[in-house]
């Protein structure tokens, strides 16, 4: 199975910055995708941005020119660069790893907030 560690959360004041890491350990063959997820209390997890094997990304609308994804194949480690936080990017932060002919796997979520 694949397990995944994140670290870097926090509290920030708006306009701050935060770096999110996530590593991925044990079978970690054939991983096609490394995305990130967010969950606001009272809401549901909502996409946030993924990167394929290739170095393609994606983001969701809300966080597009603010965060930036990016993965080191050789650490098998999956970032996340926060710029100009919101208040609304108050959340938990969870990465998510998906593998050609396997399930997906969750991180234990990292706390973000996002205030004065």
């Known amino acids: 199975q694949v397990q995944l560690v994140e670290s870097g959360g926090g509290l920030v004041e708006p306009g701050g910055s935060l770096k999110l890491s996530c590593t991925a350990s044990g079978d970690t063959n054939h991983i096609i995708l490394m995305g990130w997820y967010r969950q606001a209390p009272e809401k549901g997890r909502d996409f946030v941005a993924s990167i394929s094997s290739a170095h393609s990304t994606n983001y969701a609308d809300a966080v597009k020119g603010r965060f930036t994804i990016s993965r080191d194949d050789a650490s098998n480690t999956v970032f996340l660069q926060m710029n100009d936080l919101k208040p609304e990017d108050t959340a938990v932060y969870y990465c998510?790893?998906?593998?050609?002919?396997?399930?997906?796997?969750w991180g234990q979520g990292t706390q973000v907030t996002v205030a004065s």
């Open positions: 998510k790893t998906v593998r050609l002919m396997g399930s997906d796997t």
